[in-house]
């Protein structure tokens, strides 16, 4: 494979340019009709397929996401796997209140490592910021438990640059995770060139844009109500006829590589300096199969180039979020 493993932060924590997220894993939350069977499946077939980081969260699911991947890793080697949960979300009220109070965020380390089945966690995201926690406090917490060796990398997710400035007053911080692709390109030109210049990984989520950037959409899809497609703002017009638009420039690429649209796309993020880790998430074994193939697959610079052409129109949008932060 030509994609070396890559350093997250200023940890001695690796992981492959693609890793896995998790979220269609156990988040009968966020997904419909989802069987513990293919989550399973899933995450083994990952590990199976050469990827090594697998992202989740105590949110899907309130924590049966975490279940089920300590579940399918038991019978790999778990010094071979990066593991990666977020957390933040805190329902003793009665209600979903997103919460970085140092003993919190605590208690909520431990219950992930006891879903997960393991003593350490190579990331920890705080998953959203809180109104009220100084960042700074939040993310010591995570540096104490760092010391006791439950967790290797600090990360934030969902946070602001000046958020992330604010967290980072210590230089705790190892990496962030929040949504970029080629049609949401808001942090490249503020976040992630602070990131680089302070050795913080970036790792984006909804690479494919819920499966626009894979080529499998044309101009007559029609979304009902209550999927959640009908409610993103990349599923409009204008926008959405301009994102096929861009897509089609991707295919000539992927016939030349004997690819698919989706396996060029991400080949392009894994060659994106700004970009550490990307992980597309997969609702079915065969789709994380075929996502790790991208792992194959090197663009060469005329080839990057081009798709960056493509979807420039994209960089002078503010997009903002395809879902809204929780409150």
């Not at 994102?243 to 392009?268: C, F, G, N, S």
Request: hydrophobic share 40%; charged share 25%; net charge negative.
């Amino acid at each position: 494979m030509s994609h070396q493993p890559i350093t997250i932060g200023k940890t001695n924590v690796t992981a492959t340019r693609l890793g896995l997220g998790t979220n269609a894993v156990g988040g009968y939350n966020l997904f419909p009709d989802l069987k513990d069977e293919t989550g399973l499946e899933i995450v083994k077939a990952g590990l199976e397929h050469g990827i090594t980081l697998l992202d989740t969260a105590y949110v899907y699911g309130l924590g049966h996401s975490e279940e089920l991947v300590g579940q399918a890793i038991k019978s790999f080697d778990r010094e071979k796997i990066t593991l990666a949960t977020k957390g933040a979300h805190d329902f003793s009220s009665g209600q979903e209140v997103i919460n970085n109070d140092p003993q919190f965020l605590i208690k909520q380390v431990d219950a992930s490592l006891k879903r997960l089945g393991t003593d350490y966690l190579d990331i920890y995201y705080i998953h959203f910021p809180d109104k009220t926690t100084p960042k700074a406090e939040a993310v010591g917490a995570l540096e104490k438990l760092r010391k006791q060796g439950k967790i290797k990398a600090i990360g934030l997710s969902n946070f602001s640059l000046a958020q992330i400035k604010e967290a980072n007053t210590d230089g705790y911080v190892d990496v962030v995770e929040d949504e970029f692709s080629l049609l949401h390109q808001d942090h490249a030109v503020e976040m992630m060139p602070y990131l680089k210049e302070n050795q913080i990984s970036f790792i984006p989520y909804f690479p494919l844009a819920s499966g626009l950037l894979t080529g499998k959409y044309d101009q007559n899809v029609k979304f009902s109500d209550d999927d959640i497609r009908s409610q993103i703002a990349d599923f409009q017009e204008p926008r959405y006829s301009k994102a096929l638009a861009a897509v089609e420039q991707v295919r000539p690429i992927a016939r030349d590589h004997h690819a698919t649209v989706a396996q060029i796309i991400l080949a392009w993020y894994m060659k994106n300096p700004l970009i550490s880790v990307v992980i597309p998430g997969a609702k079915k074994p065969d789709q994380v199969i075929a996502n790790a193939k991208a792992m194959r697959i090197t663009l060469n610079d005329s080839e990057y180039e081009t798709i960056d052409t493509a979807f420039a129109d994209f960089k002078k949008v503010k997009s903002g979020k395809s879902l809204a932060d929780p409150e």
